[in-house]
């Protein structure tokens, strides 16, 4: 990240199982720890359309909410060995924390209001994701790298949330009355995630390196538990749910990644002069088109004596609308070796633009993603033949997103069935911004 995630045709070392496998053709016998910390911020003021006793639409402005995330070290470990005396063959075996903003928000205003994003999300917390996998590379010629990889997303993944249980006939509550709202806590897992990836890297002369890699979809489909608790309003007296299990499925994006790296100072044959530059241009495309929906089965779960409504009332299916669309990203990351002081040493720049992957009237507090530019500068310090220390810190600027209430496209949540227009809940103005702090060590063993 040091190079804004300009490291596919560039890797050479264990960060390469998940930029370019290839790349780990060259980590030699290493152990890579490293930690980052995501600190992400974000703010939100809801627009909501309301049409008054004259069926004037009026806009209404929410007071603004503002998410963030907690302090949590994300992890990036692997180990590998060269299995033959010729260096041609590379196994590795690694763990990833995916670098995910889990923001949470808090359940009333300051004037003691509920929360207008509650609709939306509450929260992420108790959301535990890792992705452990293997890989092994093989280098058949000095020019020519190959890299194969399988890992799974695995965990669980929790969101809070609040659905209306307001009858949608209306005859009896208000669509946003809270005394109908539900508290619900969707739990997913255990869940496992598997895919594969792959790459090459061409060296056909020492100052240019060709890198492709590529990454399969993940297919997420695994038991949940979705519990309720029920309104306080007086028609509720009584009521109660039963049952809370369902099966959630959604897809997360395959990913296709090239890029060119020039090292200008490299020797015909021999790379070991005081002194290196490495500058790689990148493009990576996400096929976030193949994200729909998140699709919620209960199984088994009913809504009983409910004022209004027949005594046992099924739980209906539940599809959150994604609707994503594919997003690109275009990066050029610079890394400079030198020697100062008898320690040699690693300076590393980087700059990112990546496209949306969000159409706007799909954008949420449960799926947030931007416009952004990222800024990164990176260093190394090698002490030894065997120790290099990294450090990291990365800056994400986000363009901000306006949501009128007539382009929002995401409907309340509602378990009691019903032909009720569409009322999108995610209009409104969206900002955020985050930071990427790490430190790490590859030692050579």
């Known amino acids: 990240m040091g190079r804004a995630g300009a490291y596919v045709a560039g890797a050479d070392d264990l960060h390469g199982i998940w930029f370019n496998p290839a790349g780990i053709a060259e980590a030699g016998d290493a152990v890579l720890v490293d930690f980052a910390w995501l600190r992400f911020q974000n703010t939100y003021v809801r627009k909501l359309g309301i049409e008054d006793a004259?069926?004037?639409?009026?806009?209404?402005?929410?007071?603004?909410?503002?998410?963030?995330?907690?302090?949590?070290?994300?992890?990036?470990?692997?180990?590998?060995?060269?299995?033959?005396?010729?260096?041609?063959w590379?196994?590795?075996?690694?763990?990833?924390?995916?670098?995910?903003?889990?923001?949470?928000y808090a359940e009333r205003t300051d004037d003691g209001q509920p929360s207008p994003a509650r609709y939306t999300l509450?929260?992420?917390?108790?959301s535990a994701l890792g992705i452990p996998g293997a890989w092994v590379a093989w280098k058949p010629i000095d020019q020519l790298r190959l890299g194969l990889g399988t890992f799974a997303l695995v965990g669980y993944f929790q969101?809070?949330?609040?659905?209306?249980?307001?009858?949608?006939?209306?005859?009896?509550?208000?669509?946003e009355q809270p005394e109908w709202d539900a508290q619900s806590v969707m739990r997913v897992g255990p869940m496992m995630a598997p895919t594969l990836n792959g790459g090459t890297i061409w060296e056909p002369d020492p100052h240019i390196r060709l890198g492709l890699s590529g990454q399969l979809p993940m297919v997420i489909s695994?038991?949940?538990?979705?519990?309720?608790?029920?309104?306080?309003?007086?028609?509720?007296?009584?009521?109660?749910?039963?049952?809370?299990?369902?099966?959630?499925?959604?897809?997360?994006?395959?990913?296709?990644?090239?890029?060119i790296e020039f090292r200008p100072?490299?020797?015909?044959?021999?790379?070991?002069?005081?002194?290196?530059?490495?500058?790689?241009?990148?493009?990576?495309h996400e096929f976030w088109s193949q994200h729909?929906?998140?699709?919620?089965?209960?199984?088994?779960?009913?809504?009983?004596?409910?004022?209004g409504a027949p005594k046992s009332v099924p739980m209906p299916r539940i599809e959150i609308p994604r609707r994503f669309v594919d997003s690109d990203s275009f990066r050029i990351g610079s890394e400079w070796l030198f020697t100062a002081g008898g320690y040699r040493m690693a300076l590393r720049s980087g700059l990112a633009y990546e496209t949306s992957a969000v159409p706007k009237g799909y954008m949420s507090l449960s799926s947030l993603d931007f416009v952004k530019t990222t800024i990164s500068l990176g260093g190394g310090l090698f002490i030894g033949k065997r120790w290099r220390f990294d450090a990291v810190i990365a800056h994400t600027f986000a363009n901000d997103v306006n949501v009128s209430p007539s382009e929002a496209k995401i409907p309340r949540?509602?378990?009691?069935?019903?032909?009720?227009?569409?009322?999108?809940?995610?209009g409104g103005r969206y900002t955020a911004t985050a930071d990427l702090i790490g430190v790490g060590l590859n030692y050579l063993y």
């Open 413 to 426: 949540i509602n378990p009691l069935a019903g032909n009720a227009p569409l009322e999108p809940v995610n």
């Open 265 to 284: 100072l490299a020797e015909a044959k021999e790379k070991s002069a005081s002194s290196d530059l490495r500058i790689e241009l990148t493009w990576v």
């Open 292 to 307: 729909r929906s998140i699709d919620a089965q209960p199984k088994d779960i009913y809504l009983e004596n409910i004022t």
């Open 54 to 88: 004259d069926g004037v639409m009026r806009q209404v402005d929410s007071p603004e909410v503002r998410g963030s995330s907690g302090f949590l070290p994300l992890p990036t470990m692997a180990i590998s060995k060269v299995l033959d005396k010729e260096k041609r």
């Open 122 to 126: 509450g929260s992420f917390d108790g």
């Open 90 to 104: 590379t196994a590795v075996a690694g763990f990833i924390a995916p670098y995910v903003a889990l923001a949470s």
């Open 222 to 259: 695994a038991p949940a538990t979705i519990k309720v608790r029920l309104p306080t309003s007086s028609a509720l007296d009584g009521a109660s749910v039963r049952g809370e299990e369902a099966h959630v499925r959604f897809v997360l994006p395959g990913i296709l990644r090239a890029g």
């Open 159 to 175: 969101s809070r949330i609040t659905f209306s249980v307001c009858p949608p006939d209306r005859l009896i509550c208000a669509p």
